[in-house]
């Protein structure tokens, strides 16, 4: 089995175990950088790919939820969005899957992105043992990924002395 479909099992079976968990709370602190996208760029819809269970999108938002871990929200989207989202994902996919899975997310935007990526390993832990967070990479990395991509906000959350911060790149 490769890592993608390992980490997706995995995944299912944490949702599955942990029904008060990953259930898109990490959206709740975006939603303000978010609206001023939505100002901004006009949008009219959002894709919020790698959802968890979605229980924090706001009610007036015209939001389909993707997470391939979630029962109700597997289905890939075959139709983009003005604006797809991904908080708190990235980090949870496999390495060798990420350039696949930036291609996908940056596709399927009509207008823009907007990623967060947490930058230090997760509190979670799969029941295979291992971190939820399996490509825990500094921001320049990440950045040298997005760099043949436009239209998009990251912000990078990072650990430096144990204390949090975020970071914010446009691209």
């Known amino acids: 089995m490769d890592t993608y479909n390992e980490y997706l099992e995995q995944a299912k079976l944490y949702h599955k175990n942990n029904p008060d968990k990953w259930e898109g709370s990490t959206l709740h602190g975006y939603v303000a950088d978010i609206e001023k996208i939505i100002k901004t760029h006009k949008i009219d819809t959002i894709l919020n790919y790698g959802s968890g269970k979605a229980r924090f999108v706001p009610p007036h938002w015209y939001c389909r939820n993707y997470d391939p871990a979630v029962a ?15 908080v708190d994902v990235l980090e949870h996919i496999p390495e060798n899957h990420i350039k696949n899975t930036l291609h ?68």
Do not use: M
């Open 72 to 86: 109700g929200f597997e289905i890939s989207p075959k139709a983009g969005a003005d604006l797809v989202i991904c």
């Open 104 to 171: 996908i997310i940056f596709f399927l935007a009509k207008k823009f992105v907007f990623l967060t990526i947490a930058c230090y390993p997760a509190k979670a832990i799969l029941p295979n043992g291992k971190n939820a967070h399996y490509t825990v990479k500094p921001p320049e990395w990440w950045i040298e990924k997005l760099k043949h991509y436009k239209n998009y906000q990251v912000i990078f959350d990072v650990k430096i002395n144990n204390e949090r911060k975020r970071e914010v790149v446009n691209g």
